[in-house]
Structures are given as structure tokens and as C-alpha cells.
């Protein structure tokens, strides 16, 4: 017989946190609120909500990190803004970002779900931050939760 093994997206146990940058804040403040009312949607009482605030992007793989290697957290949520300016800075912290997340969270096995807008003006932002594309702190919520309830599910089928 076949084993399949998928994470649901209702969460009864453990707690989740949610890295968020204070750079562009008007778009990165949407995104929290996204991510927030998606965990208590989805069974995520404010109880397990922890919301840390780094200065920018960049900074979010080194507090989301520690944040897993604490222990006390099933799945973190990282949410930022970069937006494209006159000069090839974004392309670095986009590609740093992106890459320190998904070595945190393979270092650690606690799934870190990207939540970080790479957008060319503002107006793009603010479209994925609640406007007409939806709101991707929503979605990194999502994520966190099916990769953590996913995680749950491969220790238990692995554990017999």
C-alpha cells in the first residue's frame, strides 16, 4: 500500500512566528495583518503568535533562525518588501534573503515559509499586500502551517 503524506491547514498544537521587516512598513504592516488573521482562520489562537520586527529584509534569516533553533516554535513566517530603486541593490538582498531562509530553515527543520515581496514600485507592493493579487502574508501563513503540520505528520510516520 501507497503512503501518501500531506500537511493540512488547520493547526491545533504548537506555536508559529512571524518575522517581519519595518522597512517599507506600509506594505509590511498588510502583510502581518494578513499573516495574523490567517493563523487565527486556520486554528492559531494570538497564544501562539509570537511577532518579532527586524530593521529590514536582510535581517530576516539571522532572527528567524534563532527563532528555530529555540525550540519553541512549529513554523515561522518571514514577511518583507524590497522594492526595485535605481541601482542593483534589491537583486542582493533578494537573493541573500531568499538564500539565508532556506538555509535556516534546512539547518534547523523548521520550516521558514518567504513571505518577501521582490517588486519593481510600490504600487506592485501594495497589490500583493492586500490589493488586487491578494495578500501574500496570507500565503505565507498558509504555508508555514501545511509545511509544519506536514513535518508533524513525516516524525509520526517515521517514528513506527
Not at 55 to 66: M, N, R, T, Y
Request: aromatic letters at 4%; glycine letters at 10%.
Amino acid at each position: 500500500m501507497t503512503t501518501h503524506l500531506e500537511g493540512n491547514l488547520l493547526s491545533s498544537r504548537g506555536n508559529f512566528a512571524i518575522v517581519v521587516s519595518r522597512w517599507n512598513e506600509l506594505v509590511t504592516n498588510r502583510l502581518l495583518s494578513g499573516a495574523i488573521d490567517t493563523f487565527r482562520r486556520h486554528g492559531v489562537g494570538d497564544d501562539r503568535i509570537s511577532v518579532v520586527r527586524v530593521p529590514g529584509s536582510f535581517e530576516l534569516p539571522l532572527a528567524a533562525q534563532k527563532l528555530a533553533k529555540s525550540g519553541q516554535f512549529i513554523g515561522i513566517c518571514c514577511l518583507g518588501a524590497v522594492i526595485q530603486g535605481e541601482t542593483q541593490h534589491h537583486d542582493y538582498i533578494n537573493h541573500s534573503v531568499a538564500q539565508g531562509i532556506v538555509n535556516a530553515s534546512q539547518q534547523t527543520e523548521v520550516p521558514i515559509a518567504f513571505g518577501v515581496l521582490t517588486c519593481e514600485n510600490l504600487d506592485q507592493a501594495l497589490n500583493r499586500a492586500g490589493g488586487k493579487a491578494g495578500n501574500k502574508g496570507e500565503e505565507c501563513a498558509l504555508a508555514a502551517i501545511e509545511m509544519a503540520n506536514l513535518m508533524i505528520a513525516i516524525d509520526e510516520q517515521t517514528s513506527n
